[in-house]
């Protein structure tokens, strides 16, 4: 027989073994597990936040991409018929080319007259849109003028606007910068990328003035247009968070070859303007 001290020892430790948990611990358990759960939402929405944020990039960037190749296009399609291709402002004062439009003259067709088409790209800062509406052209080239048949309205791009302080619409003719000892002198567009010869520096960005619209004789020598866009995802997100607009600027040239750097000393300067 076993001695009775050794029966109550093992009916203690029976009891014990059906009493479970206390309410402290099963308390503390509880807190452990929320803190686990709320650490895993915490990274559930992180993670969904960047991958809305990533597909926002996308978007807008190709959304950017297809403005601004449509743009280009249209650009590399002016030089044709001697007209300059950027419009100045008219002899009636009318303003056209500015820091929010832009005027031009493309032209489109397979044959070797092709049809001048007048463009006039408008940026809406209220309406967060960039429009381009194409007139046809009444009188003869080069003296080319905007006719009263509206061809088409296009939205290129919604949800777009200024990028920070930079003008939509920049206009950039070549600029002396530099003369040497011979007395050549050195020119460049002083768009901000371009380095004087000889000395290497690269001036500050100096675009036309553009506060009364740009004038007729700064729009014959344009050679350069500098796009600067915000633009967002089509239609934008309602979370302000989660927006994501991607900053694009584009150069289009309109030089058909690259002017030497410098004009030899007692030559004229001929030969710096666009379609050249």
Do not use: K
């Not at 403005?67 to 399609?77: F, K, Q, V």
């Not at 489109?108 to 007139?135: E, K, M």
């Not at 003296?143 to 919604?158: C, P």
């Not at 040239?253 to 410098?262: C, I």
């Amino acid at each position: 027989m076993q001695p009775l001290s050794a029966l109550r020892s093992r009916l203690d430790t029976s009891r014990r073994a059906e009493q479970g948990i206390t309410l402290v611990e099963l308390v503390v358990s509880m807190a452990a597990g929320i803190v686990v759960l709320f650490g895993l939402t915490s990274i559930m929405i992180v993670t969904l936040h960047q991958t809305q944020r990533t597909f926002t990039t996308v978007a807008a960037t190709q959304r950017a991409r297809t403005t601004l190749a449509t743009i280009e296009n249209d650009l590399h399609s002016a030089c044709v018929a001697g007209e300059p291709p950027i419009e100045g402002v008219t002899a009636g004062g009318v303003t056209e080319s500015d820091a929010n439009n832009l005027v031009f003259l493309s032209y489109f067709g397979d044959v070797a007259n092709p049809t001048p088409i007048w463009n006039q790209l408008s940026f809406n800062a209220t309406a967060g849109t960039l429009v381009d509406n194409t007139y046809n052209v009444t009188g003869t080239g080069p003296d080319w003028t905007q006719g009263t048949t509206l061809i088409a309205s296009t939205t290129l791009v919604t949800n777009v606007s200024q990028l920070g302080t930079n003008a939509v619409f920049q206009y950039y003719a070549y600029t002396p910068e530099y003369t040497d000892s011979s007395g050549n002198v050195y020119w460049i567009i002083p768009d901000g990328t371009n380095a004087v010869p000889i000395t290497g520096t690269i001036p500050a960005s100096a675009p036309l003035i553009t506060s009364s619209g740009l004038s007729a004789s700064d729009a014959g020598n344009t050679v350069e247009v500098v796009i600067n866009l915000s633009v967002g995802a089509s239609g934008g997100l309602s979370n302000s968070s989660l927006t994501v607009n991607d900053p694009v600027t584009d150069s289009i040239s309109l030089r058909l070859t690259t002017p030497p750097d410098y004009v030899p000393s007692g030559t004229t300067q001929a030969g710096y303007g666009p379609c050249q």
